[in-house]
């Protein structure tokens, strides 16, 4: 395993939700990580940032460890989930409570 990727999997690892954005939870530098905090915040999941323009290495590694195209990546107990698209589906839809559920990610009511 490359080194990106053991780093990747060590952020994957530290946090029960984790997601791959460009910028911060704060601060997100794109409308799509945008909207993935804005959902998340919304539905009360904490969860962990990781930026991916502090690091050119990470921003194409990611892609990669989850053979997905694009950020912002979320991961919820280590497995990955989708992006921007499919995280906003899945909350339009009453999916992604569920999901956080049935995983045991405690939410704020």
């Given amino acids: 395993m490359s080194d990106i990727n053991q780093m990747i999997q060590g952020e994957v690892d530290?946090?029960?939700v984790v997601l791959f954005m460009k910028g911060t939870p704060v601060f997100p530098q794109c409308g799509f990580s945008?909207?993935?905090v804005q959902i998340l915040s919304h539905?009360?999941?904490p969860?962990?940032?990781v930026n991916?323009?502090?690091?050119?290495?990470?921003?194409n590694g990611i892609k990669t460890f989850s053979n997905w195209p694009t950020i912002p990546q979320l991961y919820i107990k280590g497995e990955f989930v989708g992006g921007c698209d499919i995280i906003r589906e899945?909350?339009?839809e009453g999916e992604l409570r569920p999901l956080l559920e049935e995983k045991g990610i405690a939410m704020a009511d």
């Fill in 14 to 16: 530290s946090a029960e």
């Fill in 34 to 36: 945008g909207q993935v």
């Fill in 43 to 45: 539905i009360g999941v």
């Fill in 47 to 49: 969860f962990k940032g």
């Fill in 52 to 59: 991916v323009l502090e690091d050119e290495g990470l921003r």
């Fill in 90 to 92: 899945m909350f339009e």
